[in-house]
C-alpha cells in the first residue's frame, strides 16, 4: 500500500514561487500532480515516469512548473515559479502504475495541500 502527504502550500504573491513536496510510503511506477480549485473538475498538473525518466506537463504550467522524484528520500517535489492567480487550488500527490495525465489511472492520493495565489 502506498501513503502519500503532501506540504509545502501557502500564500504566494503573484509573479513568485513555491516548492510542494510529497512524501511517500511505499511506491509505485509512477507519480503524479494534480490540482482542484473550488467549483472546478481536478485537472493535471505534471507527471513523471517511474522508468525512463520521462515527464509531462500540462500546457497551462508548462516552463512554470517543474516536478521531480528523489527515490533515495521517498519524497516527489512540484517547483512553481511565475504563479499565477489562477494557479490558486488544492494540489494533490497521486501514485499509480500508467503514466498518464487522467487522475483514474492513478490508485493512491493524498490529502492535498492548498497553493493560494494573490493577484
Known amino acids: 500500500q502506498v501513503q502519500l502527504k503532501e506540504s509545502g502550500g501557502g500564500l504566494v504573491q503573484a509573479g513568485g514561487s513555491l516548492r510542494l513536496s510529497c512524501t511517500v510510503s511505499?511506491?509505485?511506477?509512477?507519480m503524479g500532480w494534480f490540482r482542484q480549485a473550488p467549483g472546478k473538475e481536478r485537472e493535471f498538473v505534471a507527471a513523471?515516469?517511474?522508468?525512463?525518466?520521462?515527464?509531462m506537463y500540462a500546457d497551462s504550467v508548462k516552463g512554470r512548473f517543474t516536478m521531480s522524484v528523489d527515490d533515495a528520500q521517498r519524497t516527489v517535489s512540484l517547483e512553481m515559479n511565475s504563479l499565477k492567480p489562477e494557479d490558486t487550488a488544492e494540489y494533490y500527490c497521486?501514485?499509480?502504475?500508467?503514466?498518464?495525465?487522467?487522475?483514474?489511472?492513478?490508485?493512491?492520493w493524498g490529502q492535498g495541500t492548498q497553493v493560494t495565489v494573490s493577484s
Open positions: 497521486a501514485s499509480g502504475s500508467i503514466f498518464s495525465r487522467t487522475q483514474s489511472a492513478y490508485a493512491y
Open positions: 511505499g511506491w509505485t511506477f509512477n
Open positions: 513523471r515516469r517511474r522508468f525512463g525518466g520521462d515527464a
